[in-house]
C-alpha cells in the first residue's frame, strides 16, 4: 500500500468551492490533473458524473469533485465506480473504490455506502480517507461515524462501529490476522488540512475546529 504518501491537495486556485444548494445533482469537477478517464474517456471540467460511471486515475492523475453536498478527492493509480443503491432515484450513495485512494466528506444525515475489497463501510455525516488493494483496506474515520463490515470469505465476519472527531483508523484484512480482520492502525497518508478543504469544497467549516 501507498500508505506514506501524503494525500496532497493544493488549492491554488484550481479548485473552487460552491454552495451546497447550488450544486447540479450529476456532480461537478473542481481539480483535474494527470491522467483521468470517465468510463475510459478523458474526463474534463465539463463532464457530467453520474450513476453508472467509472473513474480511473494513472499515475500522474487527481480529480477533486463534488456530487451534491458530499466533495471527493480521487488520486493516482486508483478505480472508483459511482452508483446508486435505487436505480429510480439516481442519488449517488453506493460508491466502489476498486483500487487507489480516496479521501470524502458527506453531508449530515445522508447514508452512504463505501465498498473496497475487503470491505463495506457504511456512512453518514463523516470525513474519511480509505485506501483500498486486494488484500487489505486502510480506512481512517476522520470525524463522524462509520461502520465497517468485513467482505465475505473464507473467515469469519467482522464488524466494527467507529465515532469519532479526530481520526480513527483501521485495517482491514480479507483473511484473519493473529485472529483478527479488522485491527487499529495509525494515523497517516492524509491530513487534518486535506479534509477540511474537502468540506470547504461544499460550502461546510473546518471539522477539526471547536
Partial sequence: MSSRRHFLFGLGGALL???????????????????????????????????????????DGRVGFSIGADAYLLRGNSRLRLDASRPSEPVIDFLRLVTGALGATFARGARRSLIAPTATIGIRGTGIYLEAAPEVAYLCT???????????????????????????????????????????????????????????????????KS
Fill in 142 to 208: 476522520c470525524f463522524g461515524a462509520t461502520e465497517i463490515l468485513t467482505a465475505p470469505s473464507g473467515a469469519m465476519m467482522e464488524t466494527v462501529a467507529v465515532s469519532t472527531e479526530n481520526h480513527q483508523a483501521r485495517l482491514i484484512h480479507r483473511e484473519a490476522m493473529s485472529g483478527m480482520r479488522i485491527v487499529p492502525a495509525a494515523f497517516q497518508g492524509h491530513t487534518n488540512e486535506e479534509i477540511a478543504q474537502l468540506e470547504a469544497l461544499v460550502g461546510r467549516p473546518n471539522p477539526f
Fill in 17 to 59: 468551492p460552491l454552495p451546497a444548494i447550488a450544486q447540479a445533482p450529476s456532480g461537478v469537477v473542481h481539480e483535474l490533473r494527470g491522467e483521468v478517464t470517465l468510463n475510459d474517456v478523458p474526463l474534463t471540467r465539463a463532464s457530467a458524473l453520474q450513476a453508472g460511471q467509472t473513474l480511473r486515475t494513472g499515475a
